[in-house]
């Protein structure tokens, strides 16, 4: 049954809503990219967002769902690489809340789970999100997933995007100016330089 998930950072400040998500209704899945290990150790707080084998637990879902209620002037925004993804944070507490693309155009967004608030929700991150459909880039866990599995999540996602594309979710995203398109605030881009220090970071733990 789909149901209101309560999202939000971690000390309180930044507070909102996810309506009506079950998991045929988002995409989750752990990513041990390249970026996302170091955008942890950015923020300063790996050990909670990354698992044993280095993956950050997201859920892909429609833009046009999540609503802020508090706090949206606690709203950051980082990238890593010029083009790169848009990061988007709480800067309070180093909460990380969703990636999304550079452009509003593709209504992709993932929130990550450290923003879901569980403090008044007795489920469990199965119950309201589903199982993990599949594992990329994490070599060394023994679940990560075969090519047959990362084709049907990607298909099932690709239908997911156009049907929110073409009913227009991309227009509807509290992440961009409704009427401009650009980002709610200017992303920063860390150096290289800097990402490089934060992979041997993450090396080290
Ligand atoms: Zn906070
Ligand atoms: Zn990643």
Redesign the pocket.
């Known amino acids: 049954m789909p149901a209101d998930l309560a999202i939000g950072?971690?000390?309180?400040?930044?507070k909102g809503i996810a309506h009506g998500i079950s998991g045929s209704r988002v995409n989750r899945f752990v990513c041990g990219c390249g970026d996302c290990q170091p955008y942890a150790q950015y923020l300063g707080c790996a050990g909670e967002i990354l698992d044993t084998y280095g993956g950050t637990d997201v859920f892909q879902m429609s833009p046009r769902y999540i609503e802020f209620t508090d706090?949206i002037d606690?709203i950051a925004c980082l990238r890593l690489t010029p083009n790169g993804v848009l990061r988007w944070y709480?800067d309070?507490?180093n909460?990380p809340i969703v990636n999304t693309f550079p452009t509003r155009q593709i209504p992709f967004m993932a929130v990550i789970h450290t923003c879901v608030d569980r403090s008044n929700d007795n489920r469990s991150l199965d119950d309201s999100l589903g199982s993990v459909r599949a594992r990329v880039n994490s070599p060394s866990a023994p679940s990560e997933s075969g090519k047959w599995e990362l084709v049907s999540m990607l298909l099932r996602y690709g239908g997911m995007l156009l049907k929110w594309r073409l009913r227009g979710d991309h227009k509807h995203s509290p992440f961009f100016n409704a009427r401009t398109g650009q980002p709610i605030i200017a992303p920063r881009t860390i150096s290289a330089y800097e990402v490089q220090e934060l992979k041997k970071k993450q090396d080290l733990d």
Do not use: D, F, K, N
């Not at 950072?9 to 930044?14: A, H, T, V």
């Open positions: 950072c971690s000390c309180g400040s930044l706090g606690r709480a309070c507490c909460t």
